[in-house]
């Protein structure tokens, strides 16, 4: 099955510098990208996604990077502000394939902005 | 905005017992999901549901859970005879189908087996 390694596992960054966090997928048919923001006692909330036709996304101060051959994404968060503090998760699905629809994560990023 | 809502948001029970958590997904969505992260581990898929039945499940989701959607709003996981290891925080999703297939998360249900 699909398995997703995510890097760093913390992340601290002065506020207004960048953030870069990686995840390496396995399943080459994985072709759904999302990436989900958990900040401390609330739900995860999807905050970009890619698909795998696509190897860059932007959305403000967040963008997404996607390299198929190597099977890695990443997330870039520029300006970084204090809000942006929280867990991180990236994760993979393979859509319509016989995995179905299940995401399969990432460890997750502690990323901490200081002000 | 609607949200997936799940209760209770804590739920401590001993060891052995019989849980059922609950979750009501976002009105008009069709696909159902149970999702469970260990303290300190990755979030981990358990199972999903589509068209009243199960559509795939993990090796973790064996005999001893079951899934429902006993009406048309909730859906419910039962965990059966607990044990410590299920203590972990379990999440709830729904997504209306459709490409790219957003899942939204509800806020989660902190079980604790002593």
């Known amino acids: 099955g699909e398995n997703v390694e995510q890097h760093p596992s913390t992340l601290s960054v002065q506020e207004g510098d960048s953030a870069v966090i990686k995840c390496t997928y396995s399943d080459s048919a994985s072709n759904y990208f999302p990436w989900y923001k958990q900040e401390l006692g609330k739900r995860p909330q999807l905050i970009i996604d890619?698909?795998?036709?696509?190897g860059e996304k932007k959305d403000q101060r967040i963008a997404v990077t996607l390299n198929k051959t190597a099977k890695h994404f990443s997330l870039h968060i520029t300006e970084t502000q204090p809000e942006d503090s929280a867990v991180y998760f990236c994760?993979?699905?393979?859509?319509?394939?016989?995995?179905?629809?299940?995401?399969?994560f990432g460890g997750g990023t502690r990323v901490l902005v200081k002000p | 905005e609607p949200e997936v809502t799940q209760t209770p948001s804590h739920q401590v029970t001993q060891m052995g017992q019989e849980v059922i958590l609950r979750c009501v997904p976002i009105s008009n969505h069709l696909y159902f999901y149970w999702y469970r992260q260990i303290l300190g581990q990755k979030v981990e898929f358990l199972v999903s549901?589509?068209?009243?039945?199960?559509?795939?499940k993990s090796e973790i989701f064996d005999d001893q859970f079951s899934v429902e959607r006993p009406d048309g709003s909730n859906f419910t996981l039962k965990i059966r005879s607990t044990k410590l290891e299920d203590s972990a925080m379990y999440f709830c999703a729904s997504s209306e189908g459709g490409t790219p297939p957003e899942q939204y998360f509800g806020p989660g249900t902190r079980l604790t087996v002593t």
């Open positions: 549901f589509y068209n009243n039945e199960i559509s795939e």
């Open positions: 994760a993979a699905i393979r859509l319509w394939g016989a995995a179905g629809n299940k995401l399969t």
């Open positions: 890619i698909r795998s036709n696509v």
